[in-house]
């Protein structure tokens, strides 16, 4: 149980256009969902917090309009990089929460490579 | 503010060989920690973690970790390392809390098997 998609896996797109990442958690109802961006050889960092009928909260120095995060229903949050630009590149991914006794720990999705042409 | 300082960029060991990878984190409190492995191209998978009681924790994959409060570590071991487990570890920290909390991740340490 507790596995998280996302998709595309992979994806390229010309400077300038918008790219949706679709975050789903398949076997359970994912109350808060995070999402993080990678460089290559690097830590995740923490984009955004995103909880589920509300706005995301953004991490210190994440433009969110930029970033724009929408978390409609306890299994999907969208991750669009509105206006793509090469340093926009990255592999990003998300993680969903799921409520137990101790702790509410994070499942990770496998990850979308973005690669902005 | 919390931090976690993986020591150890790049490991190599030989296979049958044991690891240790070093984990030391700050924090204010006792935290949530956590250890997690990432193959190329691919996500995180949670090998173990601890929230509290006894110190060692078993993981998945034979893995295991002992979290030191007086030295603030979580050093993650492994008697016998098999070529599979060739992959990016990351030690993570979170809040002493029952909700959903961001994690803080070191900068990991890549393994490298040899045969």
């Known amino acids: 149980g507790a596995v998280v998609s996302q998709h595309p896996s992979r994806v390229i797109c010309k400077s300038g256009t918008s790219v949706k990442i679709e975050c789903r958690s398949l076997d359970f109802q994912a109350t808060t969902m995070f999402w993080y961006r990678q460089f290559p050889k690097q830590s995740l960092m923490l984009m955004a917090t995103?909880?589920?009928?509300?706005?995301?909260?953004?991490e210190q120095g994440v433009e969110k309009d930029k970033f724009l995060i929408n978390h409609a229903s306890l299994t999907l949050s969208t991750l669009t990089v509105t206006s793509a630009h090469p340093e926009d590149s990255s592999f990003y991914i998300c993680s969903a929460s799921q409520s137990s006794l101790n702790y509410n720990e994070q499942f990770f999705g496998p990850g979308t490579r973005l690669t902005v042409l | 503010a919390q931090s976690v300082t993986q020591p150890d960029i790049h490991i190599t060991v030989s296979e049958g060989a044991s690891l240790e990878l070093r984990c030391n984190y700050s924090?204010?409190?006792?935290?949530?920690l956590f250890w997690y492995v990432q193959s190329p191209g691919q996500g995180l998978q949670l090998l173990l973690k601890y929230f509290s009681g006894d110190t060692l924790v078993q993981g998945i994959k034979g893995f295991e970790a002992e979290f030191k409060r007086s030295q603030s570590s979580f050093n993650l071991r492994k008697p016998s390392v098999h070529w599979s487990d060739a992959a990016e570890y990351f030690c993570a920290v979170g809040p002493n809390t029952g909700t959903a909390s961001k994690l803080t991740f070191g900068t990991g340490t890549r393994l490298q098997v040899t045969l």
């Open positions: 924090y204010g409190a006792t935290p949530y």
């Open positions: 995103s909880n589920e009928g509300s706005k995301a909260t953004y």
